[in-house]
């Protein structure tokens, strides 16, 4: 009796040992949080990612366009070959002879409009590709680099405070509430932009600034 007595006071002190160390373990989990949205969207990569994009998007659009010109240019003599193979002013051959023009360019017009929506097919799927990557190599940039920092820093979780989670009517946010302690999204943006090329290397905070003063301004002449 008294050895089953022992043991099981053996047990009561390892559960109590073991509920003080988790206790403490989860005293010291550190957390940290970071705007993901904001990093992404001021990193500078993405900056020149998204200039590039800009300019593939407006090169294709100016190409679409010059299809549609053709198009509607193509369309209108067609019109005009149907008007003008009806006219009985002219002889029999003359009007067959306007009838297979308008079908020939009738032709024209479809083998057009083909061109024109396979080439808007292709461009879009190939822009969507390069955005994908391009989004990819960034943010593996951004994860490396909040990856780091966590380690260094001694934090356990990093929770991005622009998540949204999606519901029938909208979308809500993830963190509902944070103090912004441990906020590292100033110190990770910094770090990225570090080595940006010139011309790319003003950060959202230093485009803040002017209306900051624009503001202190305002409540001067109040």
């Known amino acids: 009796m008294k050895t089953n007595t022992h043991i099981l006071a053996k047990i009561f002190l390892a559960l109590v040992a073991a509920s003080f160390l988790a206790a403490t373990d989860q005293a010291q989990t550190r957390i940290a949080v970071i705007d993901l949205k904001r990093v992404f969207d001021n990193y500078w990569k993405k900056k020149q990612a998204q200039a590039l994009v800009d300019d593939q998007k407006a090169d294709f659009d100016k190409k ?27 002889s029999i051959e003359e009007r067959d002879k306007r009838k297979s023009a308008a079908e020939k360019k009738l032709l ?37 680099l909040i990856d780091a920092k966590a380690r260094a820093a001694g934090y356990s979780l990093v929770i991005d405070t622009s998540a949204q989670t999606p519901t029938p009517v909208g979308s809500t946010p993830i963190v509902l509430y944070t103090n912004g302690q441990n906020d590292i999204t100033a110190e990770i943006l910094s770090q ?30 109040k």
């Open 64 to 90: 679409f366009k010059g299809m549609l010109d053709d198009y509607q240019k193509a369309n209108d003599e067609y019109k005009k070959l149907i008007d003008s193979s009806t006219d009985q002013a002219v």
């Open 108 to 144: 024209e017009i479809n083998e057009i409009q083909q061109t024109a929506d396979l080439f808007r097919k292709n461009s879009n799927e190939n822009l969507g590709i390069q955005v994908r990557r391009m989004t990819d190599n960034i943010l593996k940039d951004i994860r490396e």
């Open 192 to 221: 990225l932009n570090a080595g940006a090329p010139i011309g790319l290397q003003k950060t959202e905070e230093s485009k803040d600034k002017p209306n900051d003063k624009k503001d202190e301004r305002k409540q001067g002449k």
